[in-house]
């Protein structure tokens, strides 16, 4: 089986795929932000929350129920900067899974990653990883809302966690896009084997 990528460029798509599924996993988990409500865990993601209060018309009282959803709308999640932070780190994370996916095939066919289009692949990767890391960095934004607030015992605010702390799907997320934007970027710049010239 031929390949179009040098050994270097093996290991960037092999990076690239790493790196494109820790972004992908953390951004689509909901435990970016943990704390807890009337006694129970509750976590959030940017689109995603694990246990949120309903009311039980039976007890005629307010109740914790413990299972993970989306929001019931885009304009449901609970503040202008999660909605922000959503919009750009999906496609940000997007992007770095188109890159993956296009460099491990450059794995099995032949001529199609050169010198050129690993670097323009490079790029992209950056800008999914700047991206991605803009989103992560929008995100402290909306502790101010009523929602985080009731769970991190209305102590927290913009960049102030309260009671709350960051989960592991947040770091999960940041840390794919930190190494696309560092170590897959440089890695890109070799990927590709040089193409033959043709005299004509």
């Not at 007890?59 to 413990?66: D, G, I, N, P």
């Not at 296009?102 to 992209?124: F, Q, W, Y």
């Not at 800008?127 to 809302?145: E, N, R």
């Amino acid at each position: 089986m031929a390949s179009s990528l040098t050994c270097t460029g093996v290991i960037w798509a092999l990076l690239s795929l790493l790196c494109a599924a820790a972004s992908c996993v953390g951004f689509f988990m909901p435990y970016w932000l943990l704390g807890t409500q009337m006694d129970k865990p509750v976590s959030f993601g940017t689109f995603r929350r694990c246990s949120y209060p309903v009311r039980d018309e039976e007890k005629q009282a307010t109740v914790m129920l413990e299972q993970c959803g989306r929001y019931a709308s885009f304009n449901g999640i609970p503040s202008l900067e999660w909605r922000i932070c959503t919009v750009v780190t999906g496609v940000g994370c997007g992007l770095l899974l188109l890159v993956a996916l296009t460099a491990l095939m450059g794995c099995c066919i032949s001529d199609l990653i050169s010198r050129t289009i690993g670097r323009v692949a490079g790029g992209i990767q950056f800008v999914g990883g700047l991206l991605i890391g803009s989103g992560c960095a929008l995100y402290p934004l909306g502790w101010d809302s009523e929602e985080v607030q009731q769970t991190c015992n209305n102590s927290s605010d913009q960049f102030q966690l309260g009671s709350c702390q960051i989960g592991w799907a947040y770091y999960c997320t940041g840390a794919g896009a930190a190494a696309a934007m560092l170590l897959c970027t440089w890695l890109s710049c070799f990927a590709g084997k040089k193409q033959k010239q043709y005299p004509y």
